[in-house]
């Protein structure tokens, strides 16, 4: 991080009990078990802008962790992102109880029609006066291609090509089917937008057709500050093309291994035209917290007495597709499947290079219900932590995991963010503004200059 | 109406400046402009909880009305139904700040996947206590099909096919997939759901396929309370098989139209197997009241100053998909089309019946901005009306529309819906429960044991 550069930071979270660190919501105090109740998410809201949180990002995922055992049955016994909610719903009434507190919310290219869900996040764009993200994915489960039909699902590389085509054609709604000046509002002259401003789009793409005009006028940002998540090869590409927050796992606080990722993203983004820091990179991370290092050690022994390392095993296996059910215990793991491998292996080795993967050992390192080592130590070492970790590797911030939640969260605002304050690294207060203009800059409302999707905005004739 | 039987009441509205009443967002009163803010939205709801309304309806509608002319432009000056947002975006904020007003959201089942829109409702039924609706269409414009990648919309009988598939398979997502008691929430045990009462979904229809547990656990309603609005006998027979609340137009309060429509769904509700009120049937009606009859003629005249007649003819071209710029302004309109052809006949035919239909009796019919007319008076002149046509017909109650807004929502609770509720019509407080039991009554949660969809409830193995 650079001298004078603050820390960004999300809370990760999803429309489900077990999102992360599964099993805690077998804790007294974590309230997960509510996540159908508008309370609990306004809550959370409001807890966030306290600690003057930039976002909650919403993961999602359409089908069920159903590869441990080949069944669903694991991740229902301990609701394991089973049973999980539309994260889209509970925005509106967190929008109207906050003010500045943005929402990065996951949506699925591969099962959404791309013309509704233009308008979806146009829509979501206008009512929060322009704090909204897309966190754009194109889902790894075969189960959600079972749920739509499909025998198995898009092969990867594959999906990506529908993933650009599918971005051409929502640029050109939202960056070039409405001029900036399009709509008048004028009460006088009965003319409410005049016609020659809005620009019927046409798109003839290998996966996607279109013929219409958008169906919303212009909103705050237009086009959603975009996320990506991918760290395949394919995804980086993707990343670097249209990404302007990029999401990465935690790889457990392995600088080096992070710090090449970085790099890596950054370098793929210059030579797409942009500018290195026209990426946000956020990794996510696992914090206990208390007053002092003891306390801290000793929260984190009393939460493990709540984890499920089974439930981490199940996510684990449907996040790399493979049954690990059908390992023996000491059993050494050979992977036959390569998706998402080589981040996985990034973040695991670390724990105990050399040594042979078991299942063991996996349920050693889940100690908190999933494959991510927390952060633990008292508000002024966690801040110290976070603050040299973006520094060596070069990240913009973090998403913060929840364990018990709302806890982990007001440990958090309470314990860390006024450590990271006195530090001068992170805020103090909000900026004024959309989202972008809050991570960007005033008067970056918009797409920048340098990105791909600008080249879609309508310009008048001889300059387009 | 049956003695002691109350009117239900919902406001029809759209996420959009004009909706019904076009031009009428030039009114200096008028708010409608401020559509894309939740204030806006939160507001109206709260106005519609002091009136004690059932529910707020929001229709939709995706594509343009691009046939008066053979493009938006006409559209898009007038604000005639777009710029158009998303109808379920707002909800959440609204639910959040009420606590018995429903929603009734319109969506287009031809374009969404049945496997996310059964979540989505879910979502809805969660966190809105069980105040939803699902208000079925199938979409009419070919606008929308173009917007899709579709060179032209599915025929329209055809439309209906799908539509019986695609119920079937979100009935089973909704009442098949998750038993009564599959949750346990259990943090001693630590299991949160028992997965041998979670049933895996197969559906194998002719154009909707899926193999697949539903995501969510079992909301307050289950299935969203139904409602559909086509008046086509292939649109009857669905509605007699699915709707629990039918909205029809306005038919202008001709009570012998709407009667014999009243009589043939509720006959054909019985004839399958349903009982003849197990569908609450809603007219739409224009209202203009003041605290007396001159009043509200003085009133009706200023705002027939900001009504644009050629915005309701542009609505009504796209209704009947019949380009009406084509007409000289007194040359007898010979209609092409027989989309919805019976329903609007009847509503016009009232008027002047006899006289041959031309594009000058259209616009003075359109008066207000729209092809229905007003009914106007006092407060107790129009509560007399209102009541007089539910008791005559035999519906259930009324969608209310707007003219100007939010001032329409507001006379009428403060002029008629003291008057209704004096004369023992109308409720003077909601019942508790979710929408289901405030329409049918206490321990209605769910579907009847009479409705179609119920028979997809999970029984136990030898009841099934």
Redo the contacts between chains.
């Keep these: 991080m650079q001298s004078g550069k603050k820390l960004l930071l999300n809370a990760f979270n999803m429309?489900s009990?077990?999102h992360i660190s599964h099993?805690m919501?077998?804790?007294?105090q974590d309230q997960s078990?509510s996540y159908?109740?508008?309370e609990y998410?306004?809550s959370l809201a409001k807890t966030l802008e306290r600690g003057k949180f930039d976002g909650l990002f919403l993961a999602d995922v359409?089908?069920?962790n159903d590869v441990f055992g080949g069944?669903?049955?694991?991740a229902?016994?301990?609701?394991v992102q089973?049973?999980?909610?539309?994260p889209?719903?509970?925005?509106?009434?967190?929008?109207?109880?906050t003010q500045h507190l943005s929402f990065n919310v996951t949506a699925n290219l591969t099962?959404?029609?791309p013309?509704?869900l233009a308008?979806?996040f146009?829509?979501?764009d206008?009512?929060?006066n322009g704090r909204i993200g897309w966190n754009i994915v194109t889902g790894y489960l075969d189960?959600a291609a079972?749920?739509?039909?499909l025998t198995e699902q898009i092969r990867h590389d594959n999906r990506y090509d529908m993933a650009d085509d599918y971005l051409d054609l929502v640029y050109k709604l939202w960056e070039g089917s409405w001029e900036d000046d399009a709509?008048e509002?004028d009460?006088?002259t009965?003319?409410?937008?005049?016609?020659q401003k809005?620009h019927r789009v046409r798109h003839n793409g290998p996966f996607?057709?279109?013929?219409?005009?958008h169906?919303?006028?212009p909103?705050p940002q237009r086009t959603p500050v975009l996320f990506q998540a991918g760290t395949s090869s394919r995804g980086r590409d993707f990343a670097a093309r249209h990404a302007e927050c990029i999401f990465m796992s935690s790889n457990n606080q392995n600088v080096g291994v992070t710090k090449s990722i970085v790099d890596d993203l950054r370098r793929r983004a210059v030579a797409n035209g942009r500018a290195a820091d026209d990426i946000k990179i956020f990794v996510g991370v696992v914090v206990v917290v208390d007053k002092t290092e003891a306390g801290a050690q000793e929260k984190l022994l009393e939460f493990q007495q709540y984890a499920?390392a089974a439930g981490g095993l199940t996510h684990f296996s449907a996040s790399i597709g493979e049954d690990l059910s059908r390992y023996a215990l000491d059993e050494p793991i050979t992977l036959q499947s390569t998706q998402a491998m080589g981040a996985i292996l990034d973040s695991i080795t670390r724990y105990n290079p050399g040594a042979p993967w078991t299942v063991r050992r996996l349920l050693e390192q889940m100690k908190l219900g999933s494959r991510n080592l927390p952060l633990v130590g008292s508000g002024s070492q966690v801040a110290d932590q976070l603050a040299a970790f973006a520094r060596e590797t070069g990240i913009d911030g973090f998403n913060l995991m929840r364990v018990v939640t709302p806890q982990s969260y007001d440990d958090f605002v309470d314990l860390v963010v006024p450590e990271l304050q006195q530090r001068g690294v992170y805020k103090t207060d909000y900026a004024d503004g959309t989202l972008r203009e809050k991570l960007f800059g005033k008067h970056a409302a918009h797409l920048s200059h340098r990105h791909y999707g600008r080249q879609f905005r309508y310009a008048p004739e001889g300059n387009n």
């Excluded at 229902?76 to 609701?79: D, M, N, R, S």
């Excluded at 089973?82 to 539309?86: A, G, Q, R």
Aim: glycine share 8%; charged share 20%; hydrophobic share 40%.
């Design positions: 429309n009990v077990g099993g919501w077998t804790h007294p078990p159908s109740s508008l998410w306004v359409i089908g069920t069944s669903p049955d694991a229902l016994h301990g609701a089973v049973p999980i909610n539309d889209i719903i509970p925005i509106s009434a967190m929008a109207y109880a099962y959404e029609k013309y509704l308008r979806r146009s829509t979501l206008h009512l929060t189960s079972r749920a739509m039909g709509v509002r009460r006088k009965g003319r409410f937008t005049d016609p809005v996607y057709q279109l013929d219409a005009i169906l919303c006028e909103s499920s």
